[in-house]
């Protein structure tokens, strides 16, 4: 067998079971590569590595077969095992870099492409998430890894370090919030900074509530206000389609190159 199939995640009730069976998914096992598999009404395969945990998660049509999606994995595998690699050594570094005092800012260096905006299949960002980005692919997918955090969240982020953390935010935002509410014209209603697994901030838009993630206060200052005003910006614009785009130029006009920095940093 070029594959193994796990038990399927339960359906939610209050759908045709067909439906609810493909939204649900299903887990596969193809050359040692285990995987998570959603079938969506779509014309296209992608392939993406969920960071931190490296989870491979694959989005495929409805009416595709299981043996060419095995081949599409095997045809990868190799890429996808250096792909693991790569964010499991990045992690390393990380732990380590902090472990020894370095702080965030230099252990979360150096792992470009393994991490930016997360998105749906089609390419585009999920609203008002700013997010470690999918793993591109040059080939009809996106990709992910299967490999498993070998770190303890909770020793890495000890209470002492979160205060650490949440005192130089709270320290950086009266400014910050002075310098960028006449800029972009509003305002959020309340910002709640905790710990996140895999965004450097979110925004919902109709509360006006924002939410950032502790690391920020950990690392450069840039990155910090980078994020506030990216989230700021969802305040007017839901998506990060062309007006969304539009006004983080004219507001911050190099902030594609601060994407492409955070990008490449490294939640814990």
């Known amino acids: 067998m070029p594959y193994r199939r796990r038990q399927s995640t339960a359906p939610k009730s209050g759908a045709p079971k067909s439906v609810r069976s493909a939204a649900a998914g299903q887990s596969l096992d193809i050359d040692g590569i285990h995987l998570h598999l959603t ?10 590595i969920k960071p931190p ?30 792909q693991q690699q790569r964010m499991a050594e990045a992690q390393r570094r990380s732990i380590m870099a902090l472990n020894e005092g370095a702080g965030f ?30 793993i591109g692919d040059a080939g009809p997918g996106q990709a992910g890894t299967n490999v498993q955090p070998y770190f303890d969240r909770s ?11 949440a005192a130089a935010i709270n320290a950086a935002l009266p400014q910050l919030l002075a310098k960028w509410g006449p800029v972009v014209g509003r305002q959020p209603t309340h ?10 901030g979110s925004c919902t838009p109709r509360t006006g509530r924002i939410r950032m993630n502790l690391q920020l206060g950990l ?10 005003v990216h989230e700021m910006t969802h305040l007017w614009e ?8 539009r006004r983080m130029t004219a507001y911050l006009p190099g902030w594609k190159t601060l994407r492409r920095d955070l990008n490449r940093r490294v939640v814990l």
């Open 39 to 48: 079938r969506k009404p779509i014309k296209n395969l992608y392939l993406r």
């Open 105 to 134: 800012e230099n252990g979360g260096r150096g792992v470009s492409g393994a991490s930016g905006h997360d998105g749906d299949v089609a390419g585009r960002p999920k609203t008002g998430d700013i997010s470690r980005p999918r």
């Open 155 to 165: 020793q890495i982020w000890t209470d002492e370090r979160k205060r650490q953390a």
């Open 53 to 82: 945990s490296g989870r491979v998660e694959i989005s495929a049509p409805m009416r595709m077969s299981e043996s060419r999606i095995a081949d599409f994995v095997k045809e990868r595998h190799s890429w996808i095992l250096a």
């Open 219 to 228: 690392m450069e200052p840039q990155f910090l206000e980078y994020v506030l």
């Open 238 to 245: 839901s998506g990060h389609g062309a007006g969304f785009q």
């Open 191 to 200: 910002i709640t900074l905790r710990v996140m697994t895999s965004r450097w």
